[in-house]
């Protein structure tokens, strides 16, 4: 994907990843919003909209998670304990099949070079039915449960799979290509993080999806980055590339966390029993500010030292 005629750095796969790694300090996005995140962790929130502070208002003064008419994505049987009387439950019966899952995973991509998802989720679902059978719970109780947990999920799945078939349809439109193409080789060469950033957020945005903007912008980015370097014969031209690929990644990533229709998205809704255009909105006054935040630290970095 980022491959460029005529650039030493990005010949080969290994040299490739190795301008990935170097690149990854500009990845400012990413730093202020995790940044934000820590804030709001120790209690130290700043610029994190009003969405945001009357939701911690909310739950403080009233105890309530959601507003009143919130539409959580998570249905009342998961919202609720459904523990059978007279079982117990432990915290072991979450980790072990959390790790359970985890080693799965790791272990057949290690094996056989991709990562099994739905055995990595089977194995853990056993174990989770194997441990709660061991620890007294009667089969008709776990068997309830199951059906529960499936029901649970069905109106979440559904909204899934309709925001992944729109993703698909936006891209093969190819709006994502004729944007980035439309950009050319006029733009001022200090512009062009800032362009490719708006653009990638739009993009990952009404897609839902990060790599598949990742797909659509790194082939035509770069080349495009590497020929105003040498437009305007830049003394540190690699440098300027690597800003440009860090605005291209922090940009899909960025639409790919606010966007309604991103499966990342709505699947924090829904773990969380969230309503989904409240965590939308929530998190994005926050996610701008890191981005124009970024954007500037961009800005800097290309005008005083490319």
């Given at each position: 994907?980022i491959f460029?005629?005529?650039?030493?750095v990005?010949a080969?796969?290994?040299?490739?990843?190795?301008?990935?790694?170097?690149?990854l300090?500009?990845?400012?996005?990413?730093?202020?919003?995790?940044?934000?995140?820590f804030?709001?962790?120790?209690d130290?929130?700043?610029?994190i909209?009003?969405?945001?502070?009357?939701?911690?208002k909310?739950?403080r003064?009233t105890?309530?998670?959601?507003?009143?008419?919130?539409?959580?994505?998570?249905?009342?049987?998961l919202?609720?304990?459904?523990?059978?009387?007279?079982y117990?439950a432990?915290?072991?019966e979450?980790v072990?099949?959390l790790?359970?899952?985890?080693a799965?995973?790791?272990?057949?991509?290690?094996?056989t070079?991709?990562?099994?998802v739905?055995?990595?989720?089977?194995?853990?679902l056993?174990?989770?039915?194997?441990?709660?059978?061991?620890?007294?719970?009667?089969?008709?109780?776990?068997?309830d449960?199951?059906?529960?947990?499936l029901?649970?999920?069905?109106?979440?799945?559904v909204i899934?799979l309709?925001a992944?078939?729109?993703?698909s349809?936006?891209?093969?439109?190819?709006?994502?290509?004729?944007?980035?193409?439309?950009?050319?080789?006029?733009?001022?060469?200090?512009?062009?993080?800032?362009a490719?950033?708006?653009?990638?957020?739009?993009?990952?945005f009404?897609?839902?999806t990060?790599?598949?903007t990742?797909a659509?912008?790194?082939?035509?980015?770069?080349?495009?980055a590497?020929?105003?370097?040498?437009?305007?014969?830049?003394?540190?031209?690699?440098?300027?590339?690597?800003?440009?690929f860090?605005?291209?990644l922090?940009g899909?990533v960025?639409g790919?966390?606010?966007?309604?229709i991103?499966?990342?998205?709505?699947l924090?809704?829904?773990?969380?029993?969230a309503?989904?255009?409240?965590?939308?909105?929530?998190?994005?006054i926050?996610a701008?500010?890191?981005?124009?935040?970024?954007m500037?630290c961009w800005?800097?970095v290309?005008?005083?030292?490319?």
């Open positions: 994907l460029v005629p005529g650039v030493a990005l080969t796969e290994q040299e490739r990843l190795g301008f990935f790694f170097r690149s300090p500009l990845s400012f996005y990413a730093m202020f919003a995790i940044l934000s995140t804030l709001l962790c120790i130290k929130p700043i610029f909209g009003k969405q945001m502070r009357q939701a911690i909310r739950s003064e105890g309530m998670l959601d507003r009143e008419d919130a539409q959580p994505l998570a249905s009342p049987e919202r609720e304990s459904h523990v059978p009387e007279g117990t432990s915290l072991m979450f072990i099949p790790v359970v899952m985890i799965t995973a790791i272990g057949t991509f290690v094996t070079g991709s990562p099994q739905r055995w990595a989720f089977a194995f853990a056993l174990a989770a039915c194997v441990m709660a059978l061991v620890r007294g719970m009667a089969l008709d109780d776990l068997m449960g199951i059906a529960t947990g029901k649970g999920v069905v109106m979440a799945s899934l309709l992944v078939a729109l993703g349809v936006t891209k093969q439109m190819g709006g994502g290509a004729f944007l980035v193409s439309q950009l050319g080789s006029t733009l001022p060469y200090w512009i062009l993080p800032v490719l950033m708006l653009l990638t957020m739009c993009i990952a009404a897609t839902g990060s790599w598949g990742f659509v912008t790194f082939p035509l980015a770069m080349p495009l590497w020929a105003l370097a040498n437009e305007h014969d830049l003394s540190h031209p690699v440098l300027y590339l690597m800003v440009c860090a605005s291209v922090n899909s960025y790919d966390q606010c966007s309604p991103s499966d990342t998205t709505i924090s809704s829904m773990t969380c029993g309503d989904l255009m409240d965590h939308v909105k929530t998190q994005l926050p701008s500010i890191a981005a124009v935040a970024a500037i800005e800097i290309v005008i005083g030292f490319c």
